[in-house]
C-alpha cells in the first residue's frame, strides 16, 4: 500500500456491516509510507466506531517496524 492506492483501499469496505470482528490479511501486502499507515489506522478507526474488533495479520517484519513508528507519530497529534 502506498499513497496512490490510500482511497480504494478505504473505499473496499463496509464499515456500516453488522459484525463483530474483521481480520485484515496483509500478507501479501508492503506497507511503503505513512499515508498507507494513516490509512490502516482509519480503517481500524471507522470499524470500531461501529463496534468491531480489528485484528491486522501478515505484516511482514519492514511494514510491522513502519506500522510501529509511524503509529506512534500519527497517534501524537
Request: proline letters at 0%; aromatic letters at 10%; glycine letters at 4%.
Amino acid at each position: 500500500m502506498f499513497f496512490a492506492s490510500v482511497t480504494d483501499s478505504i473505499a473496499g469496505f463496509n464499515f456500516k456491516e453488522d459484525i463483530k470482528e474483521v481480520e485484515i490479511n496483509l500478507t501479501y501486502a508492503h506497507i511503503w509510507d505513512d499515508s498507507a499507515v494513516e490509512a490502516m489506522e482509519k480503517i481500524i478507526a471507522k470499524f470500531k466506531e461501529n463496534g468491531t474488533n480489528v485484528e491486522i495479520t501478515g505484516l511482514n517484519e519492514a511494514s510491522s517496524l513502519l506500522v510501529e513508528k509511524l503509529r506512534h507519530k500519527l497517534n501524537s497529534h
